[in-house]
């Protein structure tokens, strides 16, 4: 068996290593005979150009590699099968052409739900409680390809979407591994996915996390927002509209929380605060003063100035209107009571200074608010 691996980040590299191991052949030799990586890109303030990890991996292994799927005809690679996964671009027909078998394109979804680039992101935020992956074979279109296999996975209250992907692709390595010899001996016939229920997503930018202030302070209150809708940008035809899941009445707790998980590790979401003056003698002041003397006084006075805010880390938190105590929402209410959910805010970091509790950042600047 001769196998092409298409994949770029680190995340990929459990799919990639175990095919290399179980699947070698009878004299021991590796069944992946090249892999196509994105280009080295330049990165920090020197500009060194940093490598894939799928192009480390392959280097160290002494397999041939490639920074474009063009390169396969110019170097005659020939080979049974692709796997791609996560490779970042889309492979043209005629490189599809190329295997006997197809590629097998591993997708962190359960197609056709949440095609593009965005599926884990997107299966957090609309509060589904299972996603999971497709191995689907590829055609031109975007995930369009018939379903060779599909396995679930559920989403947890603490995933975030680097957790939920790591988790995703160490289960899909060992899927990949027994799915490729049944599907090279012919006992597995694709399905056609139901094209009808495609949502489609696109590649998350930095401005795709913001926050809108409506939305965050309903989060914080538990208060529905007048005409409360928030439109997300990289989900096609999409909003989320206030939700009272295990609450009295609806907010944005609940959908705000899992917006932020979904925002991290990157881009993180953000929003805009007005600071206000700087408290003169909180203990938090420190934490905010620029460096240097007396030449820095008129930079540290911000006055009514906007900034953004980084939300780093946050949770929810129950309120009984009886009791008026708060409780961590895994908790059980009383009997007879009702239930507020609001989101806490734990740390932020404005933009330009490190990251501090909410409570320092309150105290350095106690009369901020979002804009």
Known sequence: MKVVFFGTPEYVLPVLDTLHKKLKGGNGESPIVAVVTQPPRPTGRNQFLEYSAVDTWAHKKHIPKFHSSQELFKENIVADIGV??????IIPESIIKLFQHGILNIHPSL??????????????????????????????ALDHGSIISQFKEEISDEDNSEILRIRLFNRAAEVITTLIPA?????????EQDHDKAIFTRQIKKEDAFIPAKILNSALTGVTPVNGKWKIPFIKDYSLVPSAYRQSRPSFAYSLDRFIRAMQPWPI??????????????????????????????????GKEHKRLKIL??????????????RDVSE??????????????DVVQLEGKGGVSWKQFLEGYPEAKFI
Do not use: C
């Open 269 to 302: 979401s953000w929003t805009y605060v007005q600071l206000g003056q700087r408290a003169k003698n909180s203990p938090s002041r420190r934490l905010f003063s620029e460096p240097g003397g007396s030449q820095n006084r008129r930079s540290r006075a911000v």
């Open 111 to 140: 197609l056709p739900t949440f095609r593009g680039a965005s599926p884990i992101q997107a299966a957090i935020i609309s509060g589904d409680t299972t996603t999971g992956v497709s191995i689907i074979k590829m055609d031109a």
């Open 313 to 326: 880390k946050s949770h929810l938190a129950s309120i009984s209107d009886n009791s008026r105590k708060i």
């Open 183 to 191: 599907y090279l001996a012919g006992k597995i016939t694709p399905r």
């Open 332 to 345: 059980k209410s009383p009997d007879n009571t009702q239930e507020i959910t609001k989101l806490i805010l």
């Open 84 to 89: 791609l996964a996560s490779y970042g671009e």
